[in-house]
């Protein structure tokens, strides 16, 4: 099986800048949804959709290690 390489051109990095501060955003979102829920199927379904996207956030901060602590929570606001 052939393994893609990651793309990490600027407009690649401009794009997951983007995508990161969307993942940001969502998560953010399902932990105000999950305060509201009772139901525990429902609160371990949208624990697993936050961890898979800290997974992803991940992902793309290793894809770009140049990226300081300090641009990836600015790009976050």
């Keep these: ?3 893609k390489k990651e793309d990490t ?6 794009n997951h800048i983007s995508y990161y501060k969307s993942l940001t955003k ?5 932990q105000e949804e999950k305060k509201q829920e009772a139901e525990p ?6 624990d697993n959709r936050i961890d898979a996207m800290e997974k992803d956030k ?5 894809m770009f290690p ?3 602590e300090e641009e990836w929570n600015a790009n976050t606001d």
């Design 66 to 68: 140049d990226i300081g």
């Design 26 to 30: 969502v998560i953010s979102e399902i």
């Design 9 to 14: 051109s600027e407009e690649s990095k401009k």
């Design 41 to 46: 199927a429902i609160i371990s379904h949208l």
């Design 58 to 62: 991940k992902r793309i901060r290793d």
């Design 1 to 3: 099986m052939d393994v």
